[in-house]
Nanobody, 129 residues
């Protein structure tokens, strides 16, 4: 059973920063591709970034690449999403995701929500102007 527990969300003013955490098991972080998605009200789920278990290769969506950074602490079995220069349009529920398949084997690509098998419960991020 894959468990993903997010934390770190909250309310922040535009221009501020937050760091989201996703805690999982040692087995998951060592064998699964881990990533982050977000979903704003009335919008589709949006892939943000992912990390490879084998070599820690990062893939980050171009829309947030200059502001968001995914990182991993294997000793703590935790994946992080550091978000800087937050904007009101970043307001969304943020989800940690995991899957065993590499991104090139995902139908529709890794940014498609349906291509990920495991999801956390989400953590809310609200950015005010």
């Amino acid at each position: 059973q894959v468990q993903l527990v997010e934390s770190g969300g909250g309310s922040v003013q535009a221009g501020g920063s937050l760091r989201l955490s996703c805690e999982t098991s040692k087995y998951t972080i060592g064998n699964f591709y881990m990533g982050w998605f977000r979903q704003a009200p009335g919008k589709e789920r949006e892939g943000i970034a992912l990390i490879s278990p084998a070599d820690n290769t990062l893939y980050t969506d171009s829309s947030v690449k200059s502001r968001f950074t995914l990182s991993q602490d294997s000793a703590k079995n935790t994946v992080y999403l550091k978000m800087n220069s937050l904007k009101p349009e970043d307001t969304a529920m943020y989800y940690c995701v995991a899957d065993t398949r590499p991104p090139w084997m995902r139908e529709g690509g890794w940014t498609v929500g349906s291509s990920w098998d495991y999801w956390g419960q989400g953590t809310q991020v609200t950015v005010s102007s």
